[in-house]
């Protein structure tokens, strides 16, 4: 079993709908979460961070941790052709700067 | 404010040679870690660093390794080159360890 699973991809949502992407992880001790966006040919773009359980919301994105179900999720609200990309999941242990991430789930936004 | 700089932006070498890769963090920044990046593997974690110490390493063979500097710049070495070391080196900053990361965009290495 993977250490961050991400829900398969890819996804395909049409303009303006909500996209929902699903992370869980396997080890409890984890303290920090965080959504990457990467582009094709360029390097992951911090988009949400998320360190305690519930919604964080940041524009048209939220972020949902629960800690005990060991799941974090990102919601992209009114999705934009311009949020197709890559969405990368990853998971630091506490005071810890390695991450491991996701495979990471392809979104598409179709006009 | 600068984001995390990297150089070079693309290196192509032959197999045996060795590399040297740098990254710059963001002012401030003293943590920097270094990531792998390939179509297959993904994103796995090389090393991490703080304080100019070595606080984690990924599962990598001994032939790649790291340093950081007292201004918080870091650079990592890959001797003996493999075909299969072919990727994407990626590096980030962040203030301390387990805060958010910011990438640099990358050193883009070639084996030949």
């Known amino acids: 079993q993977k250490e961050v699973e991400q829900n398969s991809g890819p996804l395909s949502v049409p303009e303006g709908a909500i996209a929902s992407l699903n992370c869980t992880y396997s080890?409890?001790?984890?303290?920090?979460f965080f959504w990457y966006r990467q582009y094709s040919g360029k390097s992951p773009e911090l988009i949400m961070f998320i360190y305690s359980n519930g919604d964080k919301e940041d524009g048209r994105f939220t972020a949902q941790l629960n800690k005990a179900s060991q799941y974090v999720s990102l919601l992209i609200r009114d999705s934009q052709p311009s949020d197709s990309a890559t969405y990368l999941c990853?998971?630091?242990?506490?005071?810890?700067?390695?991450?491991?991430f996701g495979d990471g789930t392809t979104l598409t936004v179709k006009p | 404010k600068a984001g995390v700089t990297q150089t070079p932006r693309y290196l192509i070498k032959t197999r045996g040679q060795q590399v040297t890769l740098s990254c710059s963090p963001i002012?401030?920044?003293?943590?920097v870690s270094w990531y792998q990046q390939t179509p297959g593997q993904g994103l796995q974690f090389l090393f991490e660093y703080f304080s100019e110490t070595q606080r984690n390493k990924g599962n990598f063979p001994g032939r790649f390794s790291g340093r950081q500097f007292s201004n918080s710049r870091s650079e990592m070495n890959v001797s003996t080159l493999e075909l299969g070391d072919s990727a994407l080196y990626l590096c980030?900053?962040?203030?301390?360890?387990?805060?958010?990361?910011?990438f640099g965009p990358g050193t883009r290495l070639t084996v030949l």
């Open positions: 980030a900053s962040s203030w301390v360890p387990g805060n958010e990361q910011f």
């Open positions: 990853a998971v630091n242990e506490a005071n810890a700067g390695k991450s491991t």
């Open positions: 080890d409890r001790g984890s303290q920090s």
């Open positions: 002012s401030g920044h003293r943590s």
